[in-house]
């Protein structure tokens, strides 16, 4: 359920070669039940967008939730966007096989990088965020909200949790069940707590929040929680013309 985001203005080789890209899904597939609910849920808050919504999917990986979106809303369109090229190529030939290659367009980059255009109606970033530098976040989640029509939605889930609070060797222990659901080895469980610290940036959840509410969402709300996944929704605040920041 990871995706790779480079924190802004950092190029990277590509996190993903093409046949990790390629087995991604089924490497996934243990945690199915997780990503379905949250998909369907996503869904639910977001189902008041237009009829003929224009939505970005940041990080967008394998386009698991552009699959999902798109059989529940049959007029809206997407923008998958990805740093990983792999990973683009292997979502845009499943997109096109299901059907749905009319109603796609791909970019290959960053969000930061995402020439303006029309804004969106809404802008998802899932399991990404916690790939980006604490210095950098806000930068991050800014980017998301830059692309959005005044009062757009916001979806934004990522692995975040307090590691220094007394409940997160409890947390810790659930967690090594669900690597160890996606083929983790003993060796790389013994390792987590250091990855965990020093690989990717875990944010406590009101971190996360006040780093949405900086970006322009005012109202960040927790709609999801699995283990340590968890995930928000939220509307652009509207600029009124003349503002610094109005489009």
């Not at 590509?14 to 046949?19: A, C, G, L, R, S």
């Amino acid at each position: 359920m990871n995706r790779h985001e480079s924190a802004p203005g950092r190029m990277e080789t590509d996190f993903f070669n093409k046949e990790m890209a390629e087995r991604y899904d089924e490497r996934n597939s243990k945690l199915s039940r997780i990503s379905e609910c949250l998909h369907f849920l996503t869904g639910l808050v977001l189902k008041d967008l237009p009829p003929r919504a224009r939505v970005l999917c940041v990080g967008v990986g394998t386009g698991a939730e552009i699959f999902s979106l798109a059989q529940v809303f049959p007029e809206w369109t997407f923008v998958g966007l990805d740093p990983s090229l792999n990973m683009l190529n292997v979502c845009r030939e499943r997109i096109k096989a299901a059907g749905l290659g009319n109603r796609c367009d791909f970019v290959h980059g960053y969000v930061h990088e995402l020439p303006r255009q029309e804004p969106f109606d809404a802008v998802l970033s899932v399991l990404v965020a916690h790939f980006i530098r604490r210095e950098d976040r806000l930068g991050f989640f800014q980017g998301m909200a830059a692309h959005l029509k005044n009062g757009g939605a916001l979806v934004n889930a990522e692995i975040s949790f307090d590691l220094d609070s007394p409940e997160f060797p409890s947390m810790l222990k659930g967690w090594e069940q669900v690597q160890a659901l996606m083929g983790a080895t003993p060796e790389s469980l013994a390792g987590l707590p250091k990855q965990m610290r020093e690989t990717l940036t875990i944010l406590p959840p009101p971190e996360t929040e006040s780093l949405l509410r900086q970006a322009g969402i005012p109202a960040p709300l927790r709609y999801f929680q699995a283990m340590m996944v968890s995930a928000w929704h939220g509307r652009k605040r509207d600029e009124k013309p003349g503002r610094p920041g109005a489009r």
